[in-house]
């Protein structure tokens, strides 16, 4: 029986371990998959080896043979689901031996309500605060360099880029980091950021910027950048201002020039670079000290260096900084790379801040457009309003702001023609709708027939003047077929002169199109056919 076989003591200090390890608020997904797995019955065929040791059975996508020693959960732990850290498999089995002789409900209460607070139980948690660091980030990479060359000189057979080789590289790189949980995230960070310099070295020697997959290995490279990218960016999201906030500060301050560096290697995959480095100045370095020391060093880089994306970058930094513009005029140096970006922090200006802080941007981001239209191609500049237009229309909304929103549709036409006919419409404004129908040169026939059918039961006077552009647009067309389709819109004219009670209006109209058309005998004869001369 568990209950008799495992110490509650212990028990009770391998929970306050975990509760220490893993806050809460910032692993809550991983806590609660672990507990989920342990309620539906998942463990099983659990064994107590000794007073410590514990092993079983947990089953998820596939049946995972976990063990894991009470006196020391965080670090004597295994499960072959690849997981470096602890994972959702170690925690089923822990819930589940704890819940045989202790309360989970409660234990789950603890950790929200206390987070890292050491339990009522005599046994503090372990100490955690923040480490020393006893390496710099050189040594690191020095050691990472000569991983790299060991498993170099073990794996590459031939000179193409093997497949998923990054896959098998980065576990080894990140092997045997350093306990503390910040500088271990740290320390898988610096790993990514080598693997990465190191795949674009390669790239580049070969030239695989060139092209898209001109080789297998090329395909297989590209796969790798990806995959060390994403690992990279998950390792940043689990940097929570507690965890970044706890490495020691001469780490994270050595970690800067490393993930400047990044721009360094922006010919490849720039958006991917871009998005890398923003993150980590996020995540990693939060004061405004921090980012206005960085801003400069970056105008400093682009000019001596020649590097667009540095630019552009301090002006991330700007409008972190609420110096908008700044921002723009940084942006306005490259407007067709910084297109993206723009519509980036106008979304999150929007969806992520007050609403005064987008009025403020937006009064001097507004009179920027113009040079976006101009230094985008066509092809790019109806997308680059529709984003626009779709986020402002969401700020006009939740603020009641459409008269400013109509500017804009003004400021852009015609590419916003669409979304302005859709604007119109839904404030009853039919008349200036059917003006930019007009303008645009359509006739009826270019309308979906039910919107046309709806419009003309609201007021027939309103697709008059698409139903006469309709009939000689066919007229014109001079063939048979065409002749019937004017026949046709001829009749729904008829149908609306009379319901305006119009009729001698329309039959002065269909007099003078005959006179018109006198010499177009076909024609007459399918006004004939459709008995709309005498």
């Not at 509650?8 to 220490?20: G, I, V, Y």
């Not at 608020?25 to 410590?52: M, P």
């Not at 002065?508 to 005998?521: D, F, G, I, N, V």
């Amino acid at each position: 029986m568990l209950q008799t076989a495992i110490s509650k003591p212990l028990l009770q200090k391998a929970a306050a371990d975990l509760q220490n390890e893993l806050p809460f608020s910032v692993f809550h997904h991983l806590i609660q998959k672990g507990r989920d797995l342990s309620r539906r019955g998942l463990v099983y065929n659990v064994i107590v080896i000794d007073s410590e040791q514990i092993e079983g059975k947990v089953v998820d996508t596939a049946i995972h043979d976990v063990a894991l020693n009470l006196d020391d959960i965080i670090h004597r732990h295994s499960c072959p689901c690849g997981t470096e850290d602890l994972c959702s498999h170690v925690l089923a089995l822990f819930f589940y031996v704890y819940g045989n002789v202790l309360d989970n409900g409660k234990l789950l209460r603890q950790w929200k309500q206390a987070e890292k607070k050491p339990p009522q139980n005599g046994f503090p948690a372990p100490h955690t605060a923040t480490a020393e660091p006893t390496e710099s980030i050189d040594e690191w990479w020095k050691r990472f360099a000569k991983i790299q060359d060991e498993f170099a000189v073990r794996h590459r057979r031939r000179d193409d880029w093997p497949y998923r080789l990054a896959h098998q590289l980065f576990p080894a790189l990140v092997k045997g980091g350093p306990k503390h949980r910040a500088v271990r995230l740290l320390y898988r960070f610096h790993a990514g950021l080598f693997l990465l310099h190191h795949l674009i070295e390669y790239g580049k020697e070969r030239g695989w910027n060139r092209g898209l997959f001109g080789s297998y290995g090329q395909f297989s490279w590209r796969q790798d950048v990806q995959y060390i990218a994403d690992e990279l960016l998950k390792t940043l999201e689990q940097f929570s201002s507690n965890l970044a906030a706890s490495a020691p500060g001469p780490l994270i301050e050595q970690t800067a020039p490393y993930v400047r560096d990044l721009l360094r290697i922006a010919d490849f995959f720039p958006s991917l670079i871009y998005d890398l480095y923003t993150a980590a100045w996020e995540l990693l370095f939060t004061t405004e000290a921090q980012r206005r020391q960085e801003k400069e060093r970056l105008l400093r880089l682009a000019e001596e260096e020649q590097i667009p994306l540095a630019l552009l970058a301090a002006a991330h930094f700007a409008f972190l900084l609420e110096e908008d513009e700044e921002a723009l005029a940084l942006y306005r140096t490259f407007p067709e790379a910084a297109a993206p970006f723009l519509i980036g922090w106008i979304e999150r200006l929007i969806t992520s801040y007050p609403p005064d802080r987008f009025a403020s941007f937006w009064a001097k981001g507004k009179e920027e457009l113009p040079s976006y239209l101009a230094a985008l191609r066509e092809s790019e500049r109806i997308n680059f309003v529709n984003e626009i237009g779709r986020l402002y229309e969401v700020y006009a909304q939740q603020n009641n702001q459409w008269d400013e929103y109509e500017t804009f549709l003004r400021q852009c036409f015609p590419y916003t023609a669409n979304r302005y006919v859709q604007f119109l419409h839904r404030q009853g404004r039919y008349q200036h709708m059917i003006e930019l129908y007009l303008w645009a040169n359509m006739t009826a026939h270019d309308m979906d027939p039910q919107f046309l059918k709806g419009l003309e039961k609201r007021d027939p006077m309103l697709v008059l003047p698409l139903y006469h552009r309709a009939v000689m647009q066919f007229v014109q067309a001079k063939n048979r077929p065409s002749y019937r389709m004017a026949v046709r819109y001829l009749k729904k004219l008829r149908t609306c002169y009379r319901s305006l009670k119009q009729m001698n209006e329309w039959n002065a109209y269909l007099e003078q199109l005959c006179a018109k058309t006198a010499r177009m005998r076909a024609f007459h004869e399918e006004l004939q056919k459709g008995k709309l001369l005498p």
